[in-house]
């Protein structure tokens, strides 16, 4: 059972280059979502989508790119880059009604780091 | 909108005390509550939820939470800690209905000590 996949798991970018951090799951999620990963700071939602060509801003979109063309994939852009968007990403996926709803499913991270 | 808010950035319990790990939340609508665990390096998997029904849920590892409606509250415990227990904890709401955006809680890191 793959779950949720993410690549790379480590990336380091100088500033102003772009990247596109991947994520596919395999459960037939309607929801997936982007977070941060920062000390002291928990995870702040980047963006999030429930379903194929529908997304939304989360707390922290700026810098960021989504798009959701497929139910399984749900890409992560970084337009260019910045010392600040130094961070962990983490996708998650879940069911987006009923009693599962909000059940996440988590990659294992993407370490990124700007110079 | 919906927020959480966890007392305590790190906790420090010894080999076989109680842990009560605290969280507090805010939502305009009735919400479902989560507590996640991290362990170094590695993504966070669910412990335990409340959606609706029992108020007292039980969750993997021997860990529960109780949602307390007038206190705004979804304290986690665990009647014995264990070392394996060490981690980072999460809290997190979403509120019933919506689009399910789940809003996590600033973490908590336990440290338990033998």
């Known amino acids: 059972n793959a779950g949720v996949t993410q690549t790379p798991k480590f990336q380091v970018l100088k500033t102003g280059q772009s990247m596109t951090l991947q994520c596919a799951q395999d459960m037939n999620h309607e929801y997936m979502s982007w977070y941060r990963q920062d000390p002291g700071m928990g995870l702040r939602l980047i963006h999030y989508?429930?379903?194929?060509?529908?997304?939304d801003q989360g707390e922290v979109p700026n810098g960021y790119n989504v798009s959701r063309s497929t139910t399984e994939d749900f890409p992560l852009r970084l337009l260019s880059a910045a010392p600040s968007q130094t961070s962990v990403y983490f996708c998650?996926?879940?069911?987006?009604?009923?009693?599962?709803?909000?059940?996440?499913?988590f990659g294992e991270g993407s370490r990124l780091t700007v110079l | 909108a919906q927020s959480v808010t966890q007392l305590g950035s790190h906790v420090s319990v010894s080999e076989g005390a109680l842990v009560l790990l605290r969280c507090n939340y805010s939502?305009?609508?009735?919400?479902?509550l989560f507590w996640y665990v991290q362990y170094p390096n590695q993504g966070l998997q669910l412990l335990l939820k409340?959606?609706?029904?029992?108020?007292l849920v039980k969750g993997i590892n021997g860990f529960e939470a109780e949602f307390k409606k007038s206190e705004t509250s979804f304290h986690l415990t665990k009647p014995s800690a264990h070392m394996s227990d060490a981690a980072e904890y999460f809290c997190?709401?979403?509120?019933?209905?919506?689009?399910?955006?789940?809003?996590f809680g600033t973490g908590t890191k336990l440290q338990v000590i033998p």
């Open positions: 997190a709401v979403s509120e019933a209905g919506g689009y399910q955006k789940v809003t």
């Open positions: 409340y959606t609706t029904g029992a108020t």
């Open positions: 998650a996926s879940s069911f987006s009604s009923g009693g599962a709803a909000g059940e996440l499913f």
């Open positions: 939502s305009s609508v009735p919400p479902y």
């Open positions: 989508s429930v379903g194929a060509g529908i997304t």
